[in-house]
């Protein structure tokens, strides 16, 4: 029979296919996802695809249909069951698969699911996601064939993996592991076995309902329950997972939070004492302390457009050994494999404590200190956002500012930075500023405004923005 299939045209994103579980995303589409991701595949001359899911409730079934979508376009499909995104991403690497397909929800809220895709080793994205939506309207699929599916248990060979680049030297670590009920749980469990020191894992059974808290560790309220054990147990260090553990939160010692770009400062230090010279990358919502960070410990700091499937594409170009986002996306080369993997990355951090004299919190508090605003992100609509941007970085570019725009707009002034960048996901804008004085920082935020009034929007809600970090 004919195939043709109509994806709703909210769920075709940037980076993955994402939608509300019975609304905008069904096993129909997941099924079509399959019919035409493997059509593409085989017309590469490719063959095998890795499949796998998180803990949501809606993954079993999204994930059965997509297998059998890859089968009718003739595919081998290697099913390697419930788990975190990262372990699919070390599958298609260590089995050389011709694609990879994971279904996931990532951070988002409980109704949600999605899709994120690798063609060869490399991330499948953008444009790409456009085209397999227009191929799978035009029914331009592959003829109907008969593939095959089999399962292979991945988990065990994975975590032996992790475990062989335990770097920790003698000293024992108190740990607190918060799982969020996500997708990393099993994994997790049977890693901290391994894994020397004492390891207190919470919320580590998966839960597609997330009861505790939602699994996103970038909003310190979702870090509140963690805080409070790593004080309680006196623990050197707390580690959180999102819903498909890609990406990493940290707390220290004092349960003060690390941020993304903290976190880098750490890994970078210890990447560049193998590789010096190394260009290391951070995306523009990163702060100035970090890039500085970097050349002063002889790297070459780059900073490229936030977005996990950018930042790697940029990797592979630079040979860069380490990339990071603001999100808690971590990114090895070094002894890895380049794509981001907050197991990876808290093994990594935690070969690094056990390496240090002092505490954690001591190399934080030991940063140059600056005031920031979180990352501000308010609607605007998406026919809109990308010209606003322009708009914005027009008036700049007449008043002679200094001014980056690998992404969005980046304002570097005495006070220090502010930046204005169009979401790649959502109907949104999202703008952070960054002073090294509180006066600084008033400045910084009344300018942002200035230029988004001018362009006709209200200012953002700066409440709660004077966090130091």
């Not at 996103?216 to 329950?225: A, G, H, I, R, S």
Request: charge should be negative; aromatic fraction near 6%.
């Amino acid at each position: 029979m004919a195939f043709s299939h109509r994806f709703d045209p909210t769920s075709l994103r940037e980076y993955d296919i994402r939608g509300i579980v019975g609304q905008t995303l069904t096993a129909e589409d997941a099924f079509a996802i399959g019919r035409t991701f493997g059509s593409i595949v085989a017309r590469a001359d490719g063959k095998t695809v890795a499949v796998g899911y998180d803990g949501r409730l809606s993954s079993p079934e999204l994930e059965a249909a997509l297998v059998r979508g890859l089968m009718a376009s003739g595919m081998e499909v290697l099913r390697i069951g419930r788990g975190p995104t990262p372990m699919l991403y070390y599958t298609a690497t260590t089995q050389e698969t011709d694609g990879a397909v994971m279904v996931t929800g990532s951070h988002n809220p409980p109704n949600y699911n999605g899709f994120k895709m690798m063609i060869g080793r490399k991330p499948f994205f953008g444009a790409q996601i456009k085209e397999l939506g227009r191929l799978a309207a035009a029914g331009d699929v592959v003829p109907e064939a008969q593939g095959s599916e089999r399962s292979v248990d991945i988990a065990a060979d994975y975590i032996a993996r992790l475990l062989a680049d335990w770097d920790g030297g003698d000293r024992l670590l108190k740990v607190v592991w918060d799982n969020g009920n996500g997708a990393a749980g099993d994994v997790l469990q049977k890693l901290v076995a391994s894994l020397p020191g004492e390891h207190i894992v919470l919320n580590g059974t998966i839960d597609g309902t997330f009861p505790a808290h939602h699994p996103d560790p970038t909003v310190p309220k979702n870090l509140e329950q963690l805080i409070a054990r790593v004080r309680a147990e006196k623990a050197d260090v707390g580690v959180a997972f999102d819903g498909d553990a890609d990406r990493i939160g940290l707390v220290d010692d004092t349960g003060e939070i690390l941020f993304g770009d903290q976190l880098m400062v750490v890994l970078a230090r210890d990447v560049l004492k193998q590789h010096p010279g190394a260009t290391i990358i951070a995306d523009v919502k990163a702060s100035q302390v970090l890039f500085d960070e970097i050349a002063r410990a002889g790297g070459k700091p780059l900073m490229w457009k936030t977005g996990h499937s950018l930042i790697k594409a940029k990797m592979a170009e630079t040979g860069s050994p380490l990339a990071g986002e603001m999100s808690g996306h971590i990114f090895f080369a070094d002894r890895w494999y380049g794509f981001d993997d907050a197991l990876y990355a808290a093994v990594r951090t935690l070969g690094i404590v056990a390496r240090m004299d002092g505490d954690l919190s001591a190399v934080r508090t030991a940063l140059p200190q600056v005031l920031n605003t979180p990352e501000l992100r308010f609607d605007c609509d998406d026919t809109r956002k990308f010209a606003v941007i322009e708009e914005v970085a027009g008036r700049l570019r007449k008043d002679g500012a200094n001014v980056s725009e690998t992404d969005g707009v980046r304002v570097l002034t005495e006070d220090g930075w502010w930046l204005l960048r169009a979401s790649n996901t959502q109907a949104v804008l999202v703008a952070r500023c960054e002073a090294k004085t509180p006066e600084g920082l008033e400045r910084l935020k009344a300018a942002l405004v200035s230029q988004l009034e001018q362009s006709g929007l209200a200012a953002p809600d700066f409440s709660g923005s004077n966090a130091g970090h």
